[in-house]
């Protein structure tokens, strides 16, 4: 199983291990191991509600290729955002520049009008 399948449940409730949950959705644990896997996740209704799930699946490959499917999107659509995020920023910054700059030439022009006032 790969390592990024094996970390679905990374940074959650550390007494279930997650080679545990991908043997206990494949049907690999005996009773008894079953039974305290049931009573660890009477804790969290998050890792309840993932593993009735995934249980769910008929054919038991087919989390792994959704699970990883679903990584291969998330990646995209993430990396979607940082681009449109960094394009924004540079429109955002012509903006400035340009604010800047008309705001440099209406001194410039005031302070021309203003001088040749005074003389």
Known sequence: MSDDLLNILS??????????????ISNKLSAEEKHEFEKALLDSELESDAVDGLSQFKNKKDPVQYAEELNRKLQKQLQKKRVSKTKRRIKELRWVY??????????????IIISKFLK
Do not use: P, V
């Not at 940074?11 to 206990?24: A, C, E, F, T, V």
């Not at 340009?98 to 302070?111: H, P």
């Open 11 to 24: 940074g959650s409730n550390k007494d279930i291990d997650n080679q545990k949950l991908m043997d206990y």
């Open 98 to 111: 340009f604010a800047i700059t008309l705001i440099i030439i209406f001194i410039l022009i005031a302070f």
